[in-house]
């Protein structure tokens, strides 16, 4: 066997951090990373579940991936979509080719199982019930320039009708404080300059007597980097995180706050657990105390039984709020979920206020781009081509200037002077 290996990522910034600790075990074990999958010796699909069409893709990945990798290349996959144990065994029963599928509780033992398959060429079969080691010690192959992700918990206990991730997440477990702080301070040494603290609702984070204002608190360093959060459920978001971003000296002016629907009784059959008031009363206070802050959000239409008069709250909700950035799904039916056996919507339907909303969404997020020209803002430079320098603002909006002195990792005091749809145009200051 060679020493290549390929991993393809589905899914969310969680999961890409995921594929970052499986990288890490295969370049222990002295794999290196290939950029075609016919090249790979070890093949790994890192799966989601959150939306039913993530598993068609898996599906369809595998289907090429049977024809076109090596003929002794190990082929394995993991991640949310095979936690759920009968997907596993339907997986493993229709892709025989398979050789090895995991959950998400186990794969820090990916090297182990690769180990036994070598050894007696059988599949490999395995899903924990629960998680018995929270990151074991998985040494982290970080793969995304100057941005770096750290865990700071796992699993949800929200159950949101529609959502699948407490099944094969588990119930919230927290990593200690020191060790977050102690991650975050490593990776700023080794020249990240943007950490994210992931968990599927970071405002519940809670170690012993501290919570996520402490934890923010204490990621305070007197270094120059850029600290962003996700995800905040809105039901625990508080004014006095919104005070914490206010105050701090790293924290991104930028919110992420999935609001799913903009109707109560919609809200309340998804089992979110605040109102469409709640939402806006919480949105108002937080650019009260941040005004420059970027919002953005998840929105979720077709969900069973939704009217035509409910979207249309949800419709409304966006062209109050404003989003710099929102993230538009239909209604994804997930076997186990309450939300499937609840009536659903045809797709004509679900097609058509999709349509509606990211035409919507579009015109708002070309308008408030319009509104920046002419202001300043701070860049981090995550991409150079030639003298172009691209990046992010604070307020997560995406921006290119040209600059021969820039590098990336610089934090750039930008002029912008034209804003092209979503995109800003600037020139340093």
Known sequence: M????????YGCQMNVHESEKLAGILRSRGFTECEDF???DILVLNTCCVRETA???????LGRIKSQKKRDAVLIVCGCMTQQKDVAAQLAKRCPYVDIVLGTFNQQLLGEYIDVFLQTHKQVIEVWDKERDIDGGVEVARSSGINAWVNIMYGCNNFCTYCIVPYVRGRERCRPLDDVVNDVNDLIDSGYKQITLLGQNVNSYRYKDKNFIDLLSALEFDKKYRLKFMTSHPKDFSIDLARRIAQSKVLARNLHLPVQAGNDRVLKAMNRNYTRADYINKIDAVRELVPNIGLSSDVMVGFPTETEAEFQDTLSLVERIRYNNLFMFIYSRRSGTPADKMEQLDYKTKQNRIDRLIKAQFEITKQIAADKVGSTAEVLVSEKTGSRCF???EYDASLSFSDENANVGDFVTVKITAAKNANLIGEVI
């Open 2 to 9: 060679g020493n290549k290996y390929y991993i393809h990522t």
């Open 38 to 40: 016919a090249d790979a």
């Open 55 to 61: 598993e068609t893709k898996v599906y369809g990945h």
């Open 391 to 393: 990046g992010k603002t």
